[in-house]
């Protein structure tokens, strides 16, 4: 993982600092062994509260679309939109880059074109394309910071919509320069919009990380907070029991 040569502070509860590549290397020990924040939370970044696309998607006639959404680490991004009302998979994944760098060791290295991103599918006749932007950048990552999320450096934690259509793009353009003028954030905006590049599936154990192992430092510091936000700021869209890769739901 790449980091500058002075990391800016991080920013959480205690002053704890948890990279997910530690979170990684714990799990292997144990293995082996057998802005304007406005809703305060334990983790590094807290919820702002965002007004919803003043442009959004048409009622749509299709039976499920997708979003390809990147904003740090996926694990915590397939966690907050498995407890979204209305999606139906989240997948993590890799997107920007070839098909022959998408392994988690190259995406590692920042110099792949890469973003460790997750493929929303969502019923559009239950939650619109707007609305899965206002919770990506309200509660799922911190749309200010430039490559990198919280703890988490290099080129593949960077904030990118992947458009998967030229609507998508649109829309999501024109919400980056709506809450860019209201300022919503206190710090310009550098999610960028990449138009159809393709999406990889991640390797196996990064599926479903955050239901599998909510007690992981990494996961308690930097990701249940984001689940514990999205209920507070959507509750009309929080879900207990999240939709887990392949359709399933947990519990």
Same mark, same amino acid.
């Given at each position: 993982?790449?980091?500058?040569?002075?990391?800016?502070?991080?920013?959480?509860?205690?002053?704890?600092?948890?990279?997910?590549?530690?979170?990684?290397?714990?799990?292997?020990?144990?293995?082996?062994?057998?802005?304007?924040?406005?809703?305060?939370?334990?983790?590094?970044?807290?919820?702002?509260?965002?007004?919803?696309?003043?442009?959004?998607?048409?009622?749509?006639?299709?039976?499920?679309?997708?979003?390809?959404?990147?904003?740090?680490?996926?694990?915590?991004?397939?966690?907050? $939109?498995?407890?979204? #009302?209305?999606?139906?998979?989240?997948?993590?994944?890799?997107?920007?880059?070839?098909?022959?760098?998408?392994?988690?060791?190259?995406?590692?290295?920042?110099?792949?074109?890469?973003?460790?991103?997750?493929?929303?599918?969502?019923?559009?006749?239950?939650?619109?394309?707007?609305?899965?932007?206002?919770?990506?950048?309200?509660?799922?990552?911190?749309?200010?910071?430039?490559?990198?999320?919280?703890?988490?450096?290099?080129?593949?934690?960077?904030?990118?919509?992947?458009?998967?259509?030229?609507?998508?793009?649109?829309?999501?353009?024109?919400?980056?320069?709506?809450?860019?003028?209201?300022?919503?954030?206190?710090?310009?905006?550098?999610?960028?919009?990449?138009?159809?590049?393709?999406? $990889?599936?991640?390797?196996?154990?990064?599926?479903?990380?955050?239901?599998?192992?909510?007690?992981?430092?990494?996961?308690?510091?930097?990701?249940?907070? #984001?689940?514990?936000?999205?209920?507070?700021?959507?509750?009309?869209?929080?879900?207990?029991?999240?939709?887990?890769?392949?359709?399933?739901?947990?519990?």
């Amino acid at each position: 993982m790449n980091k500058p040569s002075t990391p800016p502070a991080p920013r959480f509860a205690g002053g704890a600092f948890f990279s997910r590549r530690a979170a990684l290397a714990a799990v292997a020990v144990v293995a082996a062994a057998a802005a304007f924040r406005v809703v305060p939370s334990l983790a590094a970044e807290s919820a702002v509260l965002i007004p919803a696309p003043a442009d959004d998607a048409a009622a749509a006639t299709a039976a499920t679309e997708t979003a390809v959404l990147a904003g740090g680490c996926f694990w915590g991004v397939q966690g907050v $939109f498995q407890h979204v #009302k209305g999606v139906t998979n989240a997948v993590s994944g890799y997107a920007g880059g070839d098909e022959k760098t998408a392994r988690y060791e190259s995406v590692g290295s920042g110099r792949t074109g890469h973003a460790e991103a997750v493929a929303i599918t969502y019923d559009p006749k239950q939650i619109s394309y707007g609305r899965i932007l206002q919770i990506y950048f309200s509660v799922a990552h911190n749309p200010t910071e430039l490559d990198r999320q919280g703890p988490d450096h290099g080129a593949q934690y960077r904030s990118t919509i992947f458009a998967q259509d030229a609507q998508q793009a649109r829309i999501a353009k024109a919400y980056i320069e709506q809450l860019g003028k209201a300022r919503s954030f206190g710090q310009p905006i550098v999610t960028t919009v990449e138009l159809q590049k393709r999406f $990889f599936p991640a390797e196996a154990y990064h599926q479903d990380y955050l239901t599998r192992n909510p007690t992981q430092p990494y996961i308690v510091f930097n990701d249940l907070p #984001k689940i514990e936000n999205l209920k507070k700021v959507f509750p009309d869209r929080y879900r207990a029991q999240p939709v887990l890769v392949g359709g399933r739901t947990a519990g």
